[in-house]
């Protein structure tokens, strides 16, 4: 079993501040981590991945993940907003060992609002 | 830019109408999927794929259905539309591998039935 829980639905930071989007993951396997960005109308882009590798993942647009083992998350951070970065994110677990995005688990979303 | 395209963008429909949304990916992809989006909420699977003539339903029980005739076609059709049918649906692809194995999306059809 597995589940995903983003704990803010809606973060609001001014441009140029920190981006923190918090998730923490559960899973009876090792867990693949992703996080996806939703724009207004549009289609669900991945920021990042985590499939065991570096803890520290880099992904698009100067996003970053840590993924904390013993504290079981995976929250995304980014130095300084950007007004293009308001959207809605999306946390997503997945076993490690399953081949199919047919086991992928959502969380229920994060809309980040950046203030000018 | 992922190559997965999604037909129409947008659509208002009368309840009882037949209506069919599109989803054609050039990546050569086995799997594809289908789901379902309310405002504000996390996606729920609703149908997959992993490969031609190869369908099941998924998590989140739905009156649609799909077909898979074609790897790069899974069109998904509602026979008779419902106001409780009013969502958006997010087409995804993905490849088929072990690490690292995301999914691709298309940019979503938001249907609304009056």
């Known amino acids: 079993a597995q589940s995903v829980t983003q704990l803010d639905s809606h973060v609001s930071v001014s441009e140029g501040t920190p981006v923190l989007l918090r998730c923490n993951y559960s899973?009876?396997?090792?867990?693949?981590l992703f996080w996806y960005v939703q724009h207004p109308n549009k289609g669900l882009q991945l920021l990042l991945k985590y499939t065991s590798a570096a803890t520290l993942v880099k992904g698009i647009n100067g996003f970053e993940a840590e993924f904390k083992k013993s504290e079981t998350s995976f929250h995304l951070t980014k130095p300084s907003a950007h007004m293009s970065d308001a959207a809605e994110y999306f946390c997503?677990?997945?076993?490690?060992?399953?081949?199919?995005?047919?086991?992928?688990?959502f969380g229920s979303g994060t809309q980040l609002t950046v203030l000018p | 830019e992922a190559d997965i395209y999604q037909t129409p963008r947008y659509l208002v429909i009368g309840t009882g109408k037949k209506i069919t949304l599109e989803c054609s990916q050039t990546m050569g992809h086995d799997k594809m999927y289908w789901y379902q989006q309310d405002p504000g909420m996390e996606l729920h699977l609703i149908h997959y794929?992993?490969?031609?003539?190869?369908?099941e339903k998924g998590d989140l029980s739905s009156e649609s259905t799909v077909s898979r005739i074609r790897t790069e076609h899974f069109p998904l059709t509602l026979e008779s539309a419902r106001p409780s049918h009013t969502s958006q649906y997010l087409c995804?692809?993905?490849?088929?591998?072990?690490?690292?194995?995301?999914?691709?999306f298309g940019q979503g059809t938001r249907l609304t039935v009056v």
């Open positions: 899973s009876s396997y090792s867990p693949s």
């Open positions: 997503v677990v997945r076993p490690i060992s399953s081949g199919s995005a047919r086991q992928l688990t």
């Open positions: 995804a692809s993905s490849e088929t591998g072990i690490l690292g194995t995301e999914a691709f």
């Open positions: 794929s992993y490969g031609v003539n190869s369908t």
